[in-house]
């Protein structure tokens, strides 16, 4: 079965209810039939449930970019995955290196938000990638490497569909400066190569993310291991998004 391509779009502390509007009535029935392709989005929390609705029958999925990993109870500040099925959000990106390295999020954290979100039934988007530093120190596949196995090891109980990569190295992300295509692939092809020796996931979907937009994205959807791309910037507003996602047509 070929892989899922999947083009989605993290939001993070961006777009409010204007922006949100004007996003989906921009992009209005472009996604409709369209099943050669996953179209995803995720809003800040305070927007979400406007874009559920307005996503409503624009075959657009819709994801949180963060949750707690509890039922429900006494977490100030935190939202549950129950809230967001109730609002019809099945999907969670897991791992963002923002949530690592401005947050502060833990190994330990990421590994019982993966644990939660399986048990839940939630598809996971799950990112992992090399700072500058790691790279240039020659410790790019030792940090991938640990960033995937203290996240699964033992840990792993989804359906394939369940569980998509992304590899975002962050020297890319926000800067302008993308990984090349063939950094990329060189990355992709190893970490398919690490899921399937590990775990006996080798069709698991790899997205690239860092700096995507409209003028690189073909170079990198031609790579082989390349499923498709997590954007920021560039998906804040319909216009570039959708040239992102339709770059073949
Ligand atoms: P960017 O962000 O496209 O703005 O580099 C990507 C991401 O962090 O997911």
Redesign the pocket.
Known sequence: MPRTKIYAA?W?MNNMTTETAAFFAAVGDRCVGVNDREVVVAPAFPYLAQAAVLARGKNIVLAAQNFYPAENGAFTGEVSLAMLADIGVRTVIIG???RRHIIGETPQQIREKVAFAQKKGFRTIF?IGETLPQRERGELFAVIDHQISTAFDDNLTCPLEGLVI?Y?PVW????GINATGSQAQEMHEYIRRFMEQRYGRRDTTILY????KPDNIAELMKMPDIDGV??????LKAGSFMEIVFWDR
């Open positions: 993290n993070k963002h290196s923002e990112c992304a975002e890319a992300i926000g800067t993310g860092g700096s995507v997590l954007v920021g910037g560039a998906s």
